[in-house]
């Protein structure tokens, strides 16, 4: 139970607003979670306090059962990475420097074949030499992914905690599988945790072990996803109509005409 990152009874307020109410969760080691829920439920907020960017107003987030707020920065940073909604770079860089950029927290020049082997996992390695700024949005999430993936990049894999946000937005339907395959392969090896906002649900009971579904800042549905992907469960806290089916044990939406 040391090596877990958990929000206990976690509450984010801003001014007025209470962002995130009293939310406690625990991620293990090898989990791979979908964070899920109607815009503005508080997921990312929620996110940017798992990975101790937010520091929550009340309750606790802890990493290895140390508050992430009292991590120094570069070891936490060695531990967990994120990847936004949205990422801008200013400056005209290459590819394959902004995924070098994921070394930043470790001591070191970065090892060449380690930034080709992530480019390469990554189908960014087609992309190696263009400037960064000049891809277009899935271009650039799939660089975003491979420099998230380059800051837990040890010898034998990615270890530690990956929080991406949206990662499979942009992304067209190669790309979604690829990169939600990889993620959730390298998981299995036990010593990556991935926690990632999708709003693509069909995607997400497709990868995760977990789901956990926000709303208006408190979390009010978790477990596997034939447990919350259930059509009561979605049409209360989504306001959707939809159908609920199931392709062998994984359940899959159709939204109603
Ligand atoms: N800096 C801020 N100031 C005021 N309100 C904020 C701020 N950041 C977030 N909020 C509000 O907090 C709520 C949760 O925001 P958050 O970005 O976490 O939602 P979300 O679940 O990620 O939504 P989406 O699916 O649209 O990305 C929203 O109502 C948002 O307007
Ligand atoms: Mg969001």
């Given at each position: 139970m040391n090596n877990t990152l958990q929000a206990v009874a976690a509450s984010y307020r801003l001014g007025q607003r209470?962002?995130?109410?009293r939310v406690s969760v625990s991620l293990q080691p090898g989990e791979m979670v979908s964070l899920i829920g109607p815009n503005g439920a508080g997921k990312s907020t929620l996110l940017r306090m798992l990975a101790g960017f937010l520091s929550p107003s009340e309750g606790h987030c802890l990493l290895e059962k140390r508050a992430t707020e009292r991590w120094p920065r570069d070891l936490l940073a060695q531990k967990r990475a994120v990847m936004r909604q949205q990422s801008h770079v200013e400056f005209p860089l290459t590819v394959r420097e902004v995924v070098t950029m994921?070394?930043?927290?470790?001591?070191?020049r970065a090892k060449p074949s380690m930034i080709d082997d992530v480019m390469q996992l990554t189908g960014s390695d087609v992309l190696?030499?263009?400037?960064?700024?000049?891809?277009?949005g899935g271009e650039q999430q799939r660089v975003q992914l491979a420099r998230a993936l380059t800051q837990l990049w040890h010898d034998d894999g990615p270890q530690g905690w990956l929080f991406l946000d949206?990662?499979?937005?942009?992304?067209d339907l190669y790309y979604q599988q690829h990169a939600l395959r990889l993620l959730h392969q390298l998981t299995r090896k036990g010593q990556l945790t991935v926690c990632c906002v999708l709003h693509d649900l069909n995607l997400a009971a497709l990868w995760s072990d977990r789901m956990l579904l926000l709303h208006q800042g408190c979390l009010v549905a978790s477990g596997t996803p034939q447990t919350v992907m259930t059509e009561e469960t979605l049409t209360r806290w989504y306001q959707a109509e939809l159908h609920v089916h199931h392709h062998g044990d994984v359940p899959q939406i159709i939204l109603q005409r």
């Open positions: 209470l962002l995130i109410d994921g070394r930043a927290p470790w001591p070191g190696a030499n263009r400037d960064y700024r000049q891809l277009s949206e990662p499979t937005s942009a992304l």
